[in-house]
T-cell receptor
Framework: DAKTTQPPSMDCAEGRAANLPCNHS???????VYWYRQIHSQGPQYIIH???NNETNEMASLIITEDRKSSTLILPHATLRDTAVYYC????????????FGRGTQLTVWP | GAVVSQHPSRVICKSGTSVKIECRSL??????MFWYRQFPKQSLMLMAT?????????EQGVEKDKFLINHASLTLSTLTVTSAHPEDSSFYIC????????????FGPGTRLTVL
């Protein structure tokens, strides 16, 4: 599975959009971009995933560049409860790959 | 939905005893379940993958005789830490997947194990 690179930490004001970047320059054609987050002492929470097209759900939007070498997770109106470690993972599914949780990005939302 | 539960949420045991942790998919049938471990201030590490009715596949460096995994049904997997020692103290997290094209894993809330 391709490695991903994320900034170690980011801050965001409550109510503003949080844009979390991720680089995955070696991603292969059959790898999806997955985003999870982990709030302290809890299991990871699935947020969103995509292959080529931009995706949106009730939690977030995922923007994937045309060359698929990077992506951005957007939390449109961050709240204090969005403070967590966010993981960007390139994943081919359990048969072919593994969910590799790197260090992620610690997002802190401040009032 | 895609809810995964774990029981217990935390457990304290004496060194040398065995501890069983349950992982259940509550609103879907899980073709595959996974067990992860997370030490303080570190990221999750995959321990093993299990499919219903099959033997688990363990990651390199994980002792299969120490971490017994049973996946008896499509909604239940158990992890038994045998002869636990203080170094086994960790946060154990399971995940489950329905399978299919994208194979999204949904995680349980985790079990905090403390071995005295």
């Amino acid at each position: 599975d391709a490695k991903t690179t994320q900034p170690p930490s980011m801050d965001c004001a409550e109510g503003r959009a949080a844009n979390l970047p991720c680089n995955h320059s070696t991603i292969s054609g059959n790898e999806y971009v997955y985003w999870y987050r982990q709030i302290h002492s809890q299991g990871p929470q699935y947020i969103i995933h995509g292959l080529k097209n931009n995706e949106t759900n009730e939690m977030a939007s995922l923007i994937i560049t045309e060359d698929r070498k990077s992506s951005t997770l957007i939390l449109p109106h961050a709240t204090l409860r969005d403070t967590a470690v966010y993981y960007c993972i390139a994943y081919r599914g359990s048969t072919l790959g593994r969910l590799y949780f790197g260090r992620g990005t610690q997002l802190t939302v401040w009032p | 939905g895609a809810v995964v539960s774990q029981h217990p949420s935390r457990v304290i045991c004496k060194s040398g005893t065995s501890v069983k942790i349950e992982c259940r998919s509550l609103d879907f049938q899980a073709t595959t379940m996974f067990w992860y471990r997370q030490f303080p201030k570190q990221s999750l590490m995959l321990m093993a993958t299990s499919n219903e009715g099959s033997k688990a596949t363990y990651e390199q460096g994980v002792e299969k005789d120490k971490f017994l995994i049973n996946h008896a049904s499509l909604t239940l997997s158990t992890l038994t830490v045998t002869s636990a020692h203080p170094e086994d103290s960790s946060f154990y997290i399971c995940s489950a997947t329905r399978g299919g094209l994208t194979d999204t894993q949904y995680f349980g809330p985790g079990t905090r194990l403390t071995v005295l």
